[in-house]
């Protein structure tokens, strides 16, 4: 586990006043000895580390860059400390020397960031993970959540598809809602930021992720509040845990630094689909005909003279799909200055990032700035700003469930069929577009504006007792522009295009009391106390038009039919919060908070909720009788606590309404639009969380277990009511949903000498997820293949389970759970769940010498994937002449006695029409998700160039796979937009394989 | 001391300057929506409230496409090309209860429905001294006619259903209302048509019920009621009302927009868009070519003795030598201003043909029919046979009135379902009640399901 350290700063201070103190010494000397000074673990260089020769009163202090030079005889030792690092000491040979230094972790009083402050690692009860940032280099992705991959225990992270900039799936210990969300609370230094996409297109199921407006190279720290004791304190948003991230600060009396880092990567698809031939194809449509008694005279591909469509043998095979992918490119650029006087730091950094995505045409694009500015008034009084600005631009396309989708183009259309038209224009077949008419002119454009800044002033009232005040804003602009030509057929008969843009913003404003005191050697004391309001403005406006007079035209201006909307709305909470520890004697520590919400979404007899959580921890260790055990570090914690959920559910929704805009013949209409409830009320969460920290052979190895039980009731339900009624459905606070799970984080040091050191940290978890009282089941995606019900689990599927083809016959027999002769919707069941049954992740990191070397492996094992494209393009005859076939139909059973479980083909009977348990498999995976190989050049040799780090490294992602998916990918999700439905492959874009050459340099 | 103080106030300050405005804060007004107790509350309201039944009848899951749709895909006329499975369900007549379409379809018949109760439950309070009595019964009468004529399509469809009558209040609304029998469905029907016909006052738009639309549905549900000496009455006061005509060339009625042709025509505009197209066109004109004309239909309308001017109907085009034959009477894709055809008059010749012939009058029940064929530019059939001239109805309904939703319809009522059709289980005659309301309606057991299902 990674930790902030407050006495980093105390460090720099300490050894300024060193440098200074040495420095008229050292002048003075003429034989020099050069060195250097780094950090073990970071390879950073040490600024302030104290030399001293052994047995003497001679020193120094390193500068800025981490070197010393001091008059030094061969043979002499050179002892070299820093304040929480363990001293070493090193024999003088007249050679320039670079020596590393190990934290010492025991010597530091380690600090977490939790909600609204710090706590004293001794002291922390909860759940939290930390994740370093150096762990997030190496894998290209636009957005810090998809850093986190692996890296944190219990903490699902998946990409939706290897679009760049799209959603990405991210659960802390299991969903504890079905139509409130499901997403962790992302709070970016102290500013609670949007993270629902705002973009209002729908391609296909494909969401944008908001999250892609921070730039990661910005990131401190990243904390992940898991369970109650540390989410009780965000109250209603606490539920599906919270995620902190910290950005970098300055430091003060640091002069300044400069560092630029950059990146370059190719990607490309690691596998691409393939399709039956031609031929096949078209001896299986034949067959097709031929089963469901078709005569000879009409077979579909008989000799052209006799009026057919040719042979199977004379077809000509079109190939598409190669088309649609690409080679893609990703730069990253970097460049940052952070420093500080004496009663200022600051942090100024600029970003851009640019990545084109596998499958044409899709890309994505980021500029952004940074501006983290803190000047210390007087002794007591400090106000500073953390300001991130950033413009993000998507070209977007379908893909995934849509017909105008650029892979489904490609991928269904028959391969007999030409990919031009005799003329030399682009031949449309059946339901899709043209693939090349696609990537050639889709216009599908996303604009994203973030200001997300927070003002603050802390003042120190007494001694310990601090008062901050903190003002925020998210300003989330979105801008979705569209022009379809009418070389596409969502752009037929004469163009059209759209704008959109939604503007979603957050005003926040903060008062926290902090009070922190040490009495006397055994009693620590931590108080704060707080209250927040927050209010969050939402304001959508588009624009339509269409008929233009050429395709020359884009700009709605231009076109002859316009229509235009707007929508608003609004919600706010006002919250008061506290949090007390107390520590006795360093070893035992209770701490309790309590959070009370008034959200505008609940009527006012429900509108204050109370989240109260409370928890103790004791290391067992530092007792007597543990002294003479093995063990460095024996921690026992224990929690309790009470969250909500509110975030997700419309913000009008306990209301009953009538909705304008229901128009006829020109004129405004309204009709009912939702039932009333008034008695809505939060979602709360129970959780308990039990753990053991365990510290062996000198902390070189560590584990970290969690076990936790999660209970959450009164969901905030879409409850479908009987549609004679007028509706479909009401909120109510109906069902209940448990999620049990452990974690286990073990993380040892292999190797640890001078020039070579390799750790490792492993985690794993799993969770149990369970819908204990469901009113009624409820189904999801199209075809009802998603079901959750009574007794099941979140991401269950819901089929007719086919349980052999009659190799008599060749027809599918499913299973007729009720026994009643005839397969009817009684005899759907639920067979497979798209939720792993562990999941987790291996990292290794090597050092020797000047290179290192991480690898990460990520897997998942027993989630279940659910393989539309089987089940489009496996359809039996039954989407002749408008899909392909994929290779696997050809398997199907011909004749009797042929063992198979691919039915008879045959358009009729339900063979091919059911959502059959046939296209379910096993999606379990285990991934080499990254490996860098990094080398930090010498800093002696870099100093000439004013240069006082500089690391080259290069990095491949998702080099290896091993998995049975049948499919291109097993991470995949065709229905991001829907947070019920899970592990659904549908012409999705894979995740990408890709290879990076970077560099760090810092001056 | 003084300067601990001086610190509270600050502190004091800042608590207050953040909890003004509170008020403003948790109690924000929606803006899209007006609460359902100002929802119908004077003249302008309520003819909001009317306006927007009328939108939920002309919605997709309803007149929009896909009521028609369902039914021509269950006959003979429609093939499914396309990719939604739950569609091809329809042209294969084997539907599972949980079929989407089925659930969309009854679901937005109840919108209607519920529309139209507020309406007739609240329109007869409402004190508004703009609101003149004939005004108020114009409104009451197009809110009866809406809730007939969904009931009637709910009955036809998928046979006895809940009669609820009484808006909405809460979820527990309408609790206790189970399954009524088609006779009782179809009395609600007249009984609601009786009231509308007392209040509507003389067709003037024919995007609006009237009297005459009345007649014409009453017309309709006689004629399904084999109630012929009814039919034949009503359908004759709509053709003697001299309010509609039958418009020359044939495709005049689809291509132009409340045509003499219509007695109630659903309209679209750009901004609310008619879809109907989308589904019809192959991709090169920008539709989805999710289904197409069947051959047998195909042979029909192109054949001069039977389809006439009606072949009209049918897109062609050719690529790479190979024909691809599609739907055109909705095609107005760019502007989405595609009608919808609730009653036009050629149904009520065809109607009163049918009635007239079953009450042996041939020579009068061909006449009607040949006004039909006429506007075809068809020569006037000659027949001495009864039971030819009912046939003759029968396939000249399947041209006149293909892709708007009759023929499942009719070949049911007629008992001609198996013999054209070739379904043999009577069941099939009948969609299912949506799986999902047998779960949802505790008033709905799996026993109220329609046999088969």
Known sequence: ?1003 | MKKILTNYKVLALALLVSLSGCDNILEPEPRLDVSTAQAITDKRSAEAALLGAYSELQSNNYYGFEYPALAYLSADEVDWSGSYNFYQQFDLNAIPAENSSIKSVWSQIYRVINVSNNLIGKVPAIEDRNLTEAQRQKILGEAYFLRALSYFDLGRAWGGVPLVLKPTIDKNSGAGIKRATLQQTYEQVLADLDQAESFLPSLTSRARASKEAVWALKARLYLYQQNWAKAEEYSTLVISSGKASLVKPYSAFYTGKLTEESILELVYDNSDRNSHANYWLPSSKGGRYEWKPSAGIIEDLRNPQVGGSRGAVLGSQVDNGKETVYGQKYSKIATGEDGAFVLRLAEQYLIRAEARLKQNNLLAGLSDLNEVRKRADLTPLVLADLSAALLAVEQEREVELAFEGHRWFDLIRTGRAETVLGISDQNKFLFPIPNSEILADPDLGPEDQNPGY
């Open chain 1, 1 to 1003: 586990m990674q930790t902030y350290t407050i006495s980093k700063l105390v460090r720099l201070l300490f050894s300024l006043g060193l440098l200074l103190a040495f420095s008229g010494s050292a002048l003075a000397q003429s034989a020099l000895t050069q060195g250097t000074v780094k950090d073990a673990k970071t390879g950073e260089p040490l600024i302030g580390a104290r030399v001293q020769i052994k047995g003497t009163d001679k020193g120094t202090v390193t500068g800025v860059d981490g070197s010393f030079n001091l008059p030094v005889e061969n043979g002499q030792t050179l002892i070299i400390s820093s304040l929480g690092y363990t001293l070493r000491e090193v024999k003088a040979d007249g050679q320039p020397i670079t020596i590393a230094l190990q934290e010492d972790t025991k010597a530091l009083e380690e600090v977490v960031v939790v909600g609204y402050g710090t706590q004293s690692q001794k002291a922390v009860s909860s759940a939290v993970t930390s994740v370093n940032p150096q762990e997030l280099k190496g894998i290209p992705a636009p957005s810090p959540d998809q850093l986190l991959q692996g890296k944190a225990s219990g903490v699902q992270i998946a990409a939706a598809s290897g679009t760049p900039g799209g959603g990405i799936f991210v659960r802390i210990r299991g969903n504890t809602s079905i139509n409130a969300s499901n997403e962790p609370l992302y709070v970016v230094d102290g500013v609670f930021i949007n993270n629902q996409s705002l973009s209002g297109l729908s391609l296909g199921g494909q969401t944008t992720n908001p999250l892609a407006d921070l730039n990661p190279a910005d990131i401190e720290s990243i904390e992940i509040l898991k369970d109650a004791n540390a989410t009780a304190i965000y109250g209603a948003r606490g539920a599906n845990g919270v995620v902190l991230i910290t950005t970098k600060r300055g430091k003060t009396n640091a002069g300044t630094r400069i560092n630029f880092q950059t990146y370059f990567g190719v990607a490309e698809a690691p596998k691409i689909y393939e399709t039956v031939n031609a031929q096949q194809e078209a001896e299986l449509i034949n067959e097709t005909h031929l089963n469901d008694g078709g005569s000879l005279s009409t077979l579909p591909f008989r000799p052209r003279s006799e009026g057919g469509l040719g042979l199977p043998e004379e077809q000509t095979t079109y190939s598409r799909i190669p088309d649609v992918f690409q080679t893609a490119t990703t730069q990253s650029y970097d460049l940052s200055a952070s420093g500080g006087g004496e009663s200022n730091r600051f942090f100024l950094g600029g970003g851009y990032f640019k990545q084109e995505g596998i499958v044409k045409p899709a890309e994505f694009e980021r500029f952004s700035g940074r501006f983290n500015y803190d000047h210390l008034v007087n002794k007591r009084l400090t106000i500073g700003t953390s300001t991130s600005i950033s413009y993000s631009k998507r070209n977007q396309s379908r893909n995934d469930d849509s017909a105008q989708g650029v892979i489904n183009s490609a991928l269904y259309v028959p391969t007999y069929l030409p990919v031009f038209n005799e003329d030399g224009s682009y031949a449309r077949h059946s339901i899709f577009d043209n693939h090349l008419a696609l990537i050639e002119n889709l216009n599908i454009q996303g604009e994203s504006s973030r200001l997300i800044s927070n003002l603050y002033g802390e003042y120190e009232i007494l001694d310990g007792l601090t008062l901050k005040s903190n003002w925020s804003i998210d300003y989330n602009a979105y801008a979705d522009k569209v022009y379809n030509n009418t070389q596409i057929s969502v752009g037929l008969p004469a163009g059209n295009a759209s704008r959109s843009e939604s503007k979603l913003v957050t005003l926040i404003n903060e008062q926290l009391l902090t009070y922190n005191k040490r009495f006397g050697n055994d009693h620590f004391l931590n108080v704060i106390l707080g209250n927040t309001v927050q209010q969050t403005k939402y304001n959508f406006l588009s624009l339509t038009g269409r008929n233009f007079p050429s395709d020359n035209f884009q700009e709605i201006a231009s076109s002859s039919l316009q229509t235009a909307s707007t929508n608003s709305s609004q919600n706010g909470l006002i919250s008061f919060f506290s949090r007390a520890g107390y520590t006795f004697k360093d070893r035992y520590s209770i701490d309790g908070s309590v959070r009370a919400d008034a959200s505008s979404r609940f009527g006012a007899s429900n509108r204050w909720g109370v989240f109260p959580s409370l928890g103790a921890s004791w290391i067992i260790s530092e007792e007597a009788f543990a002294r003479d055990l093995p063990f460095d570090l024996i921690k026992l914690r224990a929690n309790i606590g009470v969250t909500g959920n509110q975030n997700g559910i419309n913000d009008f929704a306990s209301l009953g309404l009538w909705r304008a805009g229901r128009n006829y013949e020109g004129l405004p209409g309204i009709s009912h639009q939702q039932l009333a409830n008034p008695d809505l009320k939060w979602e709360t969460t129970r959780q308990w969380n039990i753990g053991l920290d365990l510290g062996l052979l000198q902390n070189r190895l560590r584990v970290e277990a969690n076990y936790y039980n999660k209970y959450t009731k009164d969901l905030l339900l879409e409850v479908p009511v009987a549609a004679k009624t007028g509706f479909s459905s009401v909120f109510e606070n109906l069902g209940e949903i448990s999620n049990k799970g452990v974690e286990l984080n073990i993380s040892t040091t292999n190797i640890e000498r001078e020039d070579l050191t390799w750790t490792t940290s492993l985690n794993i978890a799993r969770n149990v997820n369970k819908i204990e009282k469901l009113p009624i089941p409820i189904n999801q995606h199209s075809r009802d293949w998603v079901r959750m019900e009574e007794g099941g689990s979140v991401y269950d599927f819901w089929v007719y389970k086919q349980l052999y083809v009659d190799p008599q016959t060749g027809d599918a027999v499913y299973d007729d759970v009720d026994q009643n002769g005839s397969i009817t919707v009684a005899d759907r069941q639920i067979v497979a769940n798209a939720s792993p049954d562990f999941f987790g992740g291996l990292n290794n990191t090597v050092r020797y010498k000047n290179f290192d070397l991480g690898a990460l492996i990520y897997g998942e094992y027993g989630n279940e994937i659910l393989n539309l494209n089987r089940y489009f393009m496996e359809h039996g005859g039954t989407r002749n002449g408008s899909i392909s076939y994929l290779p696997g139909q050809l398997n199907r059973w011909q004749q009797p006695g042929d063992v198979t479980n691919m039915p008879r083909l045959t358009k009729k009977g339900n063979n091919y029409t059911l959502p059959s348990s046939r296209f379910i498999e096993d999606g379990s995976f285990l991934r080499l998700r990254s490996v860098t190989l990094g080398y930090t050049v010498p800093s002696a040799a870099l100093s000439k160039y004013k240069i006082s780090s500089l690391r080259v490294y290069v990095s491949g992602t998702n080099l290896w796979t091993l998995t049975n998916y049948s499919g291109l990918d097993p991470e995949v999700n065709v229905a991001g937009n829907n947070q019920n439905v899970r592990g659904i492959d549908h012409a999705v874009v894979p995740q990408p394989r890709s290879f990076q050459a970077g560099l760090n340099v810092s001056f």
